[in-house]
């Protein structure tokens, strides 16, 4: 119950910050990202996922996540600038992970156990200049894929054994 409570104030504090993008010599076509990107984590199976659904985040108890703080800004709506960032799952691995790459759904929910789950945000393209980057790194004991921002996080990860797989998408 506390974790609970302790998860409603996150979210509470999370969703009353919005965050302006930095302005760029391209401004007009710069699209808003200014919802939180969730992380959430699972200790039992040790697998990582990010959402924009606040109901998720305080659902996560109760499926055995813990809230694990917001990794990013991403949109939550189709804008000009802006690309979708799918989501997609594995009940075998219980590995669910956001990709830019439809080729890569598609071989992912075709040949390797993935549901497609939909648009999960709407991201800046991988390697744009826009924004910040999401590095997408795996783990290969579980088959865990986590996106990070910050390079001391992506270290520390790939010190731990996680393996760098590039950026995945560009943030705010």
Known sequence: MLARAAVAVLVAVASAVTITPVATADVAA???VY????RLYNPATGD????????EVMNAPNNGYSYAGIDAFVSTTAQAGLIPFYRIYSPIRRDRFHTADWNEVVAATTG???VYEGIGAYVYPPNSGTGRPFHRLRYPGNG?????????????????????????ANVG
């Open 30 to 32: 710069r699209a808003s």
């Open 112 to 114: 390797q156990g993935y």
């Open 35 to 38: 919802e939180p990107f969730y």
């Open 144 to 168: 865990d894929h986590v996106l990070m921002t910050n390079p001391a996080e992506v270290a520390s990860a790939t010190a731990s054994g996680y393996q760098y797989e590039g950026v995945g």
């Open 48 to 55: 990582n996922y990010n959402t924009t659904s606040q109901a």
